[in-house]
């Protein structure tokens, strides 16, 4: 078979799965959009096989409208081409951080807010983090949020645009993901803003590959450390806790998964070599080249 046409074949079945289950839940195909936010004609090519590679998050979403987990629909397509490891300690699952793992420099934004609208950079920065939490969650709009940033400024603030004009890719650690991509099951799972890691991946400043899973706080109502956010991402992870790495730069987070029964591991953005020989000899992998 060519490529192509096992591409094609793997849609095909993806949808085919995605239509079986969805008729064994009882949902129409107006009822799964409806409750999933999916636009009809979205699920109906995707039931025909006629988008080529579904976002990740649209599948996570109809997996959790319909109440099965992601393998269910997914499949054993992408298991049935890697062997996935356990380390000697365990792991089977690393989940990376995004923001000061896995992307840097979103805090130049309030530098050219600041610079565009001659207010200091430590009264935005204090506007920013009084409300950073609640959008996390998703319980406050980034509309809500930029019309906040608008009226202190005296100007119109697109957040997401300066966050996206800010941030540019941790190199090493993109890669040292990319290699355990290769052996491991990953997923993302990060604090992050509505529309943010879609917006990441799509400008290509995340790496485009088979995520097993991408936890988005703002998407499931929960940030990390709460112990809620870890209880879902293990979910989601299909793995039991102590199979679970979380390669995260924040402490607080990391003691949160560590109580949930995780292994960590901590990204130092400012010792970047010892932190990806630390993942690599934990993994038991090389160092990737960057």
């Given at each position: 078979m060519s490529e192509t046409g096992g591409v094609r074949a793997a849609e095909q079945a993806l949808g085919a799965r995605l239509q079986a289950v969805r008729r064994d839940k009882g949902f129409t195909q107006q009822q799964l959009c409806q409750k999933a936010n999916l636009s009809y004609s979205t699920l109906a090519k995707i039931e025909r096989g006629a988008?080529?590679?579904?976002?990740?998050?649209?599948?996570?979403?109809?997996?959790?409208?319909?109440?099965?987990?992601?393998?269910?629909?997914?499949?054993?397509s992408k298991q049935a081409t890697h062997e996935y490891r356990h380390t000697a300690s365990g792991v089977g699952f690393v989940y990376f951080d995004v923001n000061g793992c896995?992307?840097?420099?979103?805090?130049?934004?309030?530098?050219?807010?600041?610079?565009?609208?001659?207010?200091?950079?430590?009264?935005?920065?204090?506007?920013?983090w009084r409300y950073n939490d609640e959008i996390n969650r998703g319980t406050m709009s980034l509309d809500n949020f930029n019309d906040a940033l608008s009226k202190r400024l005296g100007q119109t603030v697109d957040w997401a645009e300066a966050y996206?004009?800010?941030?540019?890719?941790?190199?090493?650690?993109?890669?040292?993901?990319?290699?355990?991509?290769?052996?491991?099951k990953v997923g993302l799972f990060t604090n992050s803003m509505p529309g943010l890691v879609q917006g990441l991946l799509s400008r290509g400043v995340l790496p485009d590959l088979a995520y097993d899973v991408v936890v988005d706080s703002?998407?499931?109502g929960a940030i990390k450390p709460e112990a809620k956010a870890y209880k879902i991402a293990a979910q989601r992870s299909g793995c039991a806790a102590d199979e679970i790495l979380l390669i995260d730069d924040t402490r607080?987070?990391?003691?949160?998964?560590?109580?949930?029964?995780w292994h960590v591991l901590q990204y130092d953005g400012a010792l970047p070599d010892d932190s990806l020989r630390r993942v690599a000899d934990s993994l038991e992998l090389p160092v990737p080249d960057r």
């Open positions: 988008i080529k590679s579904p976002s990740i998050f649209t599948i996570q979403r109809i997996a959790a409208t319909l109440g099965v987990g992601l393998d269910e629909l997914i499949g054993e896995l992307v840097r420099g979103y805090q130049r934004a309030f530098t050219a807010l600041a610079a565009e609208s001659g207010i200091l950079p430590d009264v935005i920065e204090t506007l920013f996206f004009a800010a941030v540019e890719p941790v190199v090493g650690m993109q890669a040292m993901l990319a290699e355990v991509a290769e052996h491991f703002s998407e499931i607080n987070c990391l003691t949160g998964a560590e109580e949930a029964g």
